[in-house]
């Protein structure tokens, strides 16, 4: 049996184990094992030397320390009470429109993601924040929990984003340029969402009633409340991407600053900073536990040849690039329906990477393909985030939201996913929307 079939047919039994909700790292574990023993013909000791070095090589890699840093970031943001002034300060500012509560809601999640970078927090802690303000104005649960849930994606789209970080760690792509890479498509989300909402209330204005004007002094205050939030915002982007400090830096200086102004503000006493130090060890093991398992089975992978003979044979099939890449971005959607966002950029990258680097789309560089697809890569896994069955933004929204069926909001995410396909397309035929602040600070 070839290196290519065992390959195959680990990768089959690994989405097996995940469909019966094997934890992702075990599962990768156990896969790696199979084939590293099978195409060894048994012997252990290869295997035990190279878990030996991966395990060794991830956990002193100084670049890894960005991911703790980030989500400390976030924690110290959401323990803080952040999340309060970015939904007041949008709330002030439109607030009266119609949908205008629901609308700063979305502007709030792609604030607070800014200084998050995880969906599923970004969700949680916005959603406590915003939901009993929509459901006091007359909001319909539909709406408000569609909104709350779709916007929540814009944690891991707008930067900092830690799968962006597990996408450069596994590509050995520049983060900042990633990161700078992911802004303008996540204004564009955002604003994409906006329009959602809008045209949910022209069709049903009871959906979302306008809520009472505030005057321009009320409205100023609640500005300048979030200008330190902002600042941290620009201090990391600006700072990796000018060259002045390298993401672990960068990510340091974040992490104080939001644990200074959280601290100042007096929104965050000692109970939260513990839960945030708390909070940070259980994500940050939970991560390198699944980075492990999957340094462990790409190298297996890696064994077997599979992903080069695919990229070859991609390569060689005289497929259309476009239809390649939309194949996979399918494979993506689908996924997201079983799997969770860094389980999916795990598994996939190293079998999907090479492929996509050995075809021409549009006659882009290497390096520029590369952060395209990556971008790529990060929506259509945000997408899995709401997509039913799994959609864990869906599962947290609702449990916040007493008394709405779950139906309503799966339902009511629908007209958020047709805004998150066509940004999709749009970004697909013109890749230059994710590639010109790269190239324009670049140069």
Request: glycine share 12%; hydrophobic share 55%; with cysteine.
């Amino acid at each position: 049996m070839s290196g290519t079939v065992v390959g195959l047919i680990g990768f089959a039994c690994l989405l097996g184990m995940l469909a019966v909700r094997l934890h992702i790292g075990a599962a990768m574990f156990v896969t790696a094992v199979g084939i590293y023993l099978t195409l060894n013909g048994g012997e252990s000791a290869g295997l035990l030397y190279t878990l030996n070095n991966l395990v060794y090589a991830r956990l002193s890699n100084y670049d890894l320390a960005v991911i703790p840093l980030f989500i400390l970031m976030g924690q110290f943001a959401t323990h803080g009470g952040l999340s309060k002034a970015l939904f007041r300060a949008a709330g002030t500012l439109i607030g009266h429109w119609p949908g205008g509560l629901a609308m700063a809601s979305t502007a709030a999640c792609a604030a607070f993601g800014a200084i998050c970078g995880s969906s599923l927090a970004t969700a949680a802690t916005m959603g406590q924040v915003a939901l009993p303000e929509l459901r006091s104005h007359g909001y319909s649960g539909k709406l408000a929990t569609a909104t709350l849930a779709a916007s929540g994606t814009l944690g891991i789209l707008i930067p900092p984003s830690v799968p962006l970080v597990i996408y450069a760690v596994l590509t050995q792509e520049s983060i900042g340029k990633l990161f700078v890479a992911a802004v303008v498509p996540g204004i564009i989300a955002a604003l994409g969402y906006l329009l959602v909402i809008r045209l949910i209330v022209a069709r049903d204005p009871a959906a979302g009633p306008a809520g009472e004007r505030v005057s321009w002094p009320d409205r100023i205050k609640a500005q300048l409340n979030i200008i330190p939030v902002l600042l941290v915002f620009l201090v990391v982007i600006v700072g990796i991407y000018g060259g002045w400090a390298n993401p672990t830096e960068a990510a340091s200086i974040g992490a104080a600053a939001c644990g200074i102004i959280a601290l100042v503000s007096g929104g965050m006493g000692r109970k939260g900073f513990a839960e945030s130090i708390y909070g940070t060890a259980q994500a940050t093991a939970m991560i390198f536990m699944v980075l492990i398992g999957a340094d462990l089975l790409n190298s297996s992978l890696a064994l077997s040849q599979m992903p080069n003979e695919l990229a070859q044979w991609v390569k060689g099939s005289g497929l259309p690039p476009l239809l390649v890449l939309v194949s996979i971005l399918a494979i993506y959607v689908l996924l997201g329906c079983v799997m969770d966002s860094l389980a999916m950029i795990l598994l996939t990258i190293p079998i999907f990477y090479p492929m996509i680097m050995g075809l021409d789309f549009f006659g882009m560089a290497e390096g520029d393909k590369s952060i395209w697809f990556g971008i790529l890569a990060l929506m259509v896994v945000e997408i899995g985030l709401v997509h039913p069955p799994v959609g864990m933004n869906l599962y947290v929204i609702n449990k916040l939201a007493k008394g709405v069926p779950m139906k309503d909001t799966a339902w009511g995410v629908m007209p958020f996913l047709a805004s998150d396909f066509a940004r999709i397309a749009l970004l697909v035929f013109m890749p230059g929307i994710s590639l010109w602040l790269v190239h324009a600070l670049g140069s």
